[in-house]
Nanobody
Framework: VQLQASGGGLVQAGGSLRLSCAVSGRTFVGYAMGWFRQAPGKEREFVGGISRSGDSTEYGDSIKGRFTISRDNANNMGYLQMNSLKPEDTAVYYC????????????????WGKGTLVTVSS
């Protein structure tokens, strides 16, 4: 499975960005998808995730109410809509896949993509 995150960049605080995750090599609908981030000098953090069908989502406490995860199974794409961005959201963002939502909730991921850098200026 290959995953490629894109859409990162520089944005001012209060702004928005939408990250995309393109999946190839496997049937996307067969996997739950998660988004993670890692800021310089910090551990990787769970941002959120979505079930295989898209009917269930889970979010990390630090981004609840500001970020929304969605997926387009027909086009093998996942998305992370980020609103009301803060400087502390600056990080490299990664998308990842796992076999089911239960594993996602346990943060057990099977495939990882290369990240995309998001920088939020104050």
């Amino acid at each position: 499975v290959q995953l490629q995150a894109s859409g990162g960049g520089l944005v001012q605080a209060g702004g928005s960005l939408r990250l995309s995750c393109a999946v190839s090599g496997r049937t996307f609908v067969g996997y739950a998808m998660g988004w993670f981030r890692q800021a310089p000098g910090k551990e990787r953090e769970f941002v959120g995730g979505i079930s295989r069908s898209g009917d269930s989502t889970e979010y990390g406490d630090s981004i609840k109410g500001r970020f929304t995860i969605s997926r387009d199974n027909a086009n093998n794409m996942g998305y992370l809509q980020m609103n009301s961005l803060k400087p502390e959201d600056t990080a490299v963002y990664y998308c990842a896949l796992t076999l089911n939502f239960r594993r996602l909730l346990a943060r057990v991921m099977d495939y990882w993509g290369k990240g995309t850098l998001v920088t939020v200026s104050s």
